[in-house]
Nanobody
Framework: QVQLVESGGGLVQPGGSLRLACAVS????????MGWYRQAPGKERELVAS???????NYANSAKGRFTISRDNAKNTIYLQMNSLKPEDTAVYYC???????????WGQGTQVTVSS
């Protein structure tokens, strides 16, 4: 059973930066796809960024140029570096992994990001 623990959320002013981390309980070398999603109040959960073990990355239009997804295989951790944050980035951010293309997704508990002055 894969377990994920997110950290790094908090309150930041507009234009600020945060780095989210997702600690994975298994070697991420065995994980096929990893991603960050977010859910704002009253809205559906949406993809922010994803990456595969083959190195492919994908970003939501709202994240392009501001957010970067990365991984540290030695620490079995996935990161989301968020720069130039905007109030509309306020949401609970969730880490998500799939061991294979056909396996079910595992979700973390979420970490709150609030962008406000």
């Amino acid at each position: 059973q894969v377990q994920l623990v997110e950290s790094g959320g908090g309150l930041v002013q507009p234009g600020g930066s945060l780095r989210l981390a997702c600690a994975v309980s298994v070697s991420i070398n065995t994980v096929t796809i990893m991603g960050w999603y977010r859910q704002a109040p009253g809205k559906e959960r949406e993809l922010v960024a994803s990456t595969t073990r083959f190195g492919n990355t994908n970003y939501a239009n709202s994240a392009k140029g501001r957010f970067t997804i990365s991984r540290d295989n030695a620490k079995n951790t996935i990161y989301l570096q968020m720069n130039s944050l905007k109030p509309e980035d306020t949401a609970v951010y969730y880490c998500n992994v799939r061991l294979s293309w056909t396996s079910s997704a595992t979700w973390g508990q979420g970490t709150q990001v609030t962008v406000s002055s």
